[in-house]
């Protein structure tokens, strides 16, 4: 049974930072790109970043570029999301999600998590 892992979400000051990590189990890890989602209250889920199955890749939303950065421990079947400069609009229940490809889209990946909650105030 495949399992995704969300922890390290919380509330924090906007311009804080918070690291995420997603532990999985159930699965062949290292064969797996490894995504990032979230959804705001009243919105659709949207893309934040991916980080291919090796690590050796990743890319970003526009509006997290340069704040964000994933990366995985497949020793520690680990995925993280180390999120800097918070910003009111980052608000949102973060998802991370297993999938053959090393894509942006949503619908690619076949195994997510349960979501853990990031809450930025001003």
């Known amino acids: 049974q495949v399992q995704l892992v969300e922890s390290g979400g919380g509330s924090v000051q906007a311009g804080g930072s918070l690291r995420l990590s997603c532990v999985a189990s159930?699965?062949?890890?290292?064969?797996?790109?490894m995504g990032w989602f979230r959804q705001a209250p009243g919105k659709e889920r949207e893309f934040v970043g991916t980080v291919s199955w090796s690590g050796g890749s990743t890319y970003y939303a526009d509006s997290v570029k340069g704040r964000f950065t994933i990366s995985r421990d497949n020793a520690k079947n680990t995925v993280y999301l180390q999120m800097n400069r918070l910003k009111l609009e980052d608000t949102a229940v973060y998802y991370c999600a297993a999938g053959s490809d090393y894509s942006g889209e949503a619908w690619r990946y076949d195994y997510w998590g349960q979501g853990t909650q990031v809450t930025v105030s001003s």
């Open positions: 159930g699965v062949t890890f290292n064969s797996y790109a």
